[in-house]
């Protein structure tokens, strides 16, 4: 089985100051892992993907994200928060065993104040 | 490259109707899964569909069920519609055994049971 934690429900940052998500899994087996973001009344829309190559993922929109196993993290970052950013964030986990479908976390909220 | 459509955007039905909703996966995908995302949680997978048959299932009653179609497209059919069921639906399709290759969702169904 395979789950997924993200720290804090809603995260504030003012316009210009680094953004950290926090994202942590549980997998018997190798993940693969993502983030996506979510928009008002939208659908989700991946902002990068880890699948076993380079540790540190590089996404759209200046995100990026470093993939620890010992720490079993996957925390999302970008070095300067934009106002467009303010969205809601999931990270998800999925592996090769079984039907390999996602499992998500409960989300992160990130409010952009100028 | 076409994304993945979903149909219709919006509805409204009754406590105790029967709702269909329909979801065209991403050209080259080969699996379409859905999920349910009530408000303020993360998506919840609700069954995944490969070769037109039920290829895994989440913790949903069996008054959701679904069909897939030779052309990849798929639907997904709730019966006896309670309050609980009114979310956002999302289809995602993907690419059987191939995790790494991704997920594309669609902009989802926003359902309210009245």
């Known amino acids: 089985a395979q789950s997924v934690t993200q720290l804090g429900s809603h995260v504030s940052v003012s316009e210009g100051a680094l953004v950290l998500l926090r994202c942590n899994y549980s997998?018997?087996?190798?993940?693969?892992l993502f983030w996506y973001v979510q928009y008002p009344n939208q659908g989700l829309q991946l902002l990068l993907k880890?699948?076993?190559?380079?540790?540190l993922v590089k996404g759209i929109n200046g995100f990026e994200a470093e993939f620890k196993k010992s720490e079993t993290s996957f925390h999302l970052t970008k070095p300067s928060a934009h106002m467009s950013d303010a969205a809601e964030y999931f990270c998800?986990?999925?592996?090769?065993?079984?039907?390999?479908?996602?499992?998500f976390g409960k989300g992160t909220m990130l409010l952009v104040s100028p | 490259e076409t994304g993945v459509t979903q149909s219709p955007t919006h509805l409204i039905k009754t406590r105790g109707q029967q709702v269909t909703l329909r979801c065209s996966s991403q050209?080259?995908?080969?699996?379409v899964s859905w999920y349910q995302q009530a408000l303020g949680q993360g998506p919840q997978f609700i069954f995944q569909?490969?070769?037109?048959?039920?290829?895994g299932r989440g913790n949903f009653p069996p008054r959701f069920s679904g069909l897939q179609f030779p052309n990849y497209s798929s639907e997904l059919n709730v019966n006896a519609l309670e309050l609980d069921d009114s979310a956002l639906y999302l289809c995602?399709?993907?690419?059987?055994?191939?995790?790494?290759?991704?997920?594309?969702f669609g902009s989802g169904t926003r359902l309210t049971v009245v």
């Open positions: 569909y490969y070769r037109e048959e039920e290829n």
């Open positions: 880890y699948t076993s190559a380079a540790t």
């Open positions: 998800a986990v999925s592996t090769l065993t079984g039907y390999s479908t996602l499992t």
């Open positions: 050209s080259g995908h080969n699996t």
């Open positions: 995602a399709s993907s690419l059987k055994g191939q995790p790494n290759y991704g997920y594309t």
């Open positions: 997998s018997s087996v190798p993940p693969y």
